[in-house]
């Protein structure tokens, strides 16, 4: 008999609407939970040799205000500029090329260099989530300015140079790759069962149990079905909502609240600070109404089996495509044991 649980099989993820391998029976050595800690790396809560720190210079002239809460700034090194004339370039329909322009800025969370999201206090998680509400408002009212993405690079394994805790957020007008693969699913779902596709899964999920971390009244967080990544979420928004702005205030502190239990939870799970790249997926700002988009966060972290061991995408995922060998039930249970009290804290 075909064991769900033991033997190899794929399973399809609806938004980008690829299939991953899943192939459990390669994890048949017990789970030893073994942790394996570098030695803990203290930061200092001020480093004079930080560019985000406040005070201190940033590329060129720039220099940091000396700012207590949150703080934006315009990229000094943006992988978009804003007035670029539009011009598009095709050659035998093979070459095709077209001008983008955008805003790339940097949003750091707090003027302490060592503080995470998981450090965070409640008020001023809150604070962020304000903040990405305002650079999504005010990014998207620009006409030339059709998707917002925000999203956090944490740690050197996922390339973040600077332990200070910052986001990014890049604005452009055209739709990128991501979300425009989702958008198509979420469209297309819409047409065919008049519904929305992340209602349905995250009713499912709900349901289910065997998936949900944990959830409070607003939001969800699953191991999704068709995660690629060992330890991969999505932030599920329970209230069918297209962007963040729509969240109220209530929403918006629950928001703050289940980032700070997650990214507690990947802590703790090998006691590191765990590295991942988060973002969220959201409703373009192309002035258009979009009411197939569903609000939601990922989060995708690369280690799979201790602090030092990480998942790499390589060979058959190059060529052909992703394969996990831990199923998601197995991660989500990891996760949901993993308690929301940070080690630090214990
Ligand atoms: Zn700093
Ligand atoms: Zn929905
Ligand atoms: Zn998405």
Redesign the pocket.
């Given at each position: 008999m075909f064991d769900w649980n033991q033997d190899p099989h794929r399973r399809f993820n609806p938004l980008s609407r690829e299939w991953v391998l899943v192939s459990p029976h390669r994890t048949q050595r017990p789970w030893q939970g073994q942790v394996e800690k570098p030695a803990p790396e203290t930061q200092p809560a001020y480093d004079p040799n930080c560019y985000l720190c406040p005070g201190n210079a940033r590329a060129g002239s720039a220099r940091n205000p000396p700012y207590t809460g949150t703080f934006v700034f315009d990229n000094d090194f943006p992988a978009l500029k804003g007035d670029t004339t539009h011009e598009r370039f095709e050659q035998s329909g093979l070459l095709i090329a077209e001008t983008e322009p955008g805003v790339c800025r940097v949003v750091c969370f707090s003027p302490q260099h060592n503080l995470t999201i998981a450090g965070m206090t409640p008020g001023d998680l809150r604070r962020v989530v304000d903040t990405w509400v305002d650079q999504y408002q005010s990014l998207g009212a620009d006409p030339n300015i059709g998707y917002v993405q925000i999203f956090e690079n944490r740690g050197a394994m996922m390339g973040a140079s600077n332990p200070h805790p910052h986001c990014q957020i890049w604005a452009s007008r055209s739709l990128p790759n991501e979300p425009a693969r989702e958008q198509a699913s979420l469209l297309a779902w819409r047409d065919q069962h008049g519904t929305?596709l992340?209602?349905e899964y995250a009713k499912l999920e709900r349901i289910g149990e065997k998936r949900v971390v944990e959830e409070n009244e607003h939001f969800v967080t699953v191991v999704p079905f068709w995660a690629v990544w060992p330890f991969e979420t999505l932030v599920l928004s329970k209230r069918?909502l297209g962007a963040i702005e729509e969240l109220n205030s209530a929403e918006r502190d629950l928001l703050a609240g289940i980032l700070r239990q997650l990214t507690t939870r990947y802590d703790n799970l090998f006691e590191v600070p765990f590295p991942y790249s988060m973002g969220f997926h959201q409703r373009p700002t192309d002035k258009q109404p979009h009411p197939e988009w569903?609000f939601h966060a990922h989060y995708y972290p690369p280690l799979l089996r201790s602090a030092t061991v990480q998942k790499f995408m390589v060979g058959y995922e190059m060529m052909a495509g992703p394969q996990r060998d831990l199923t998601p039930e197995t991660a989500a249970a990891r996760l949901r044991q993993a308690s929301d009290i940070h080690y630090l804290d214990r």
């Open positions: 929305c992340l209602c069918h569903h």
